[in-house]
């Protein structure tokens, strides 16, 4: 795995003569270090489907205890002449928003958390939403070891918590059907009746999520294209509620202003998940052990992006060395946790053998 993790890096030569977008995306803690990732994407190969791993050439996977623009921009032109890069795909971030400043790249803003974005400038503050979700937090509590312990809640997610909001909506429209048609026993009615003060709230904010969901799913299969905005402003002109004309109007300027950075006809993409979903197959690996921090085995992302062929890694095992691993792994990985902590010890290990020597 680790040598055609190294083997699908190329040479800075390889991108010339080409056009070429980048996703960029920055890892959760891991230890104490985090990891930056920065893909290639061909821009001549994207079509109307969403991006998948084959897509991607990775370009730099590196980890640092911090990730400053400056920093980024430098693993950038080491990489790749910026001169053959259109543009940035990456969320919002104070870091990657500047490192597109500096290098002079246009920077697509990733949908996902530009809509979570809008959600929690609506709805953050909101007393009715702080009401309901509270209302629910405590319902879980208070029912998971009792009798209707089935009429649960979804769980609400601590991290990113405006990206999944809808599950709770959901599960709000069922049970207030659950109601309306008398399919609860008294004791279930009892613990969910509260449910009818939130009723025409429940409705418009499902409505308003279910739209937003549709634009993105639109968005990240077909990705930004004159046709898309048109087709995705149809479904946002169903939002009659007040927040959901606040959000609608959100995304037509969000629309209009990735689009005028860009030629009419112009398909763009505008969605990092591809490379999130890296960082999300490689958390997988590492779980089980989260002491070791980063590590070379981060190389299980670039890996991904080989098409699986037999002569491929037939090639990459032949042709890559445990040297090169390693050569790769002290200039982006550097001492790892779990390197570092085996060191200490041995010391400590080695002291005490001697003093039962003596």
Known sequence: MKKQGVANFKEKSFFEDNKWFLIIDESIQFGNKKLIAVMAVLSSSVREKALTYLDLIPLVLKSSTSWKAEQIKQEIINSIDVKDVEYVVCDNGNNLKSTCNILDLIHVEDVNHKISGFIKNVYENDPV?????????GLRGKLSLSKVAHLIPPNQRIV???MNLTPLFVWGE??????ENKKLDNQELEKVAFLLNYKEFVTDT??????LNLTQKKLKINHFNQVQIRECLLELEKLKSQKGLMIAEKMRSYFENTMAKFDANRQVVC????????FGKYKEVVKLNKTIGVSDICLSISCLTNNGEIKE?????ENTKTKDVKKWSD????????????????????KKNIKKAA
């Open 129 to 137: 939403f702080e009401s309901y979700t509270k209302h629910l937090s």
């Open 160 to 162: 990113s918590r405006f």
């Open 174 to 179: 069922k049970t207030l059907r659950l109601i």
């Open 206 to 211: 499902l409505l308003v999520l279910n739209t």
């Open 271 to 278: 969605s990092s998940d591809v490379i999130e979903s890296c």
């Open 313 to 317: 890694l037939k090639k990459a095992l």
């Open 331 to 350: 200039e982006n990985i550097g001492e790892s946790l779990f390197k570092k902590r085996a060191a200490l010890y041995k010391e400590i290990r080695v």
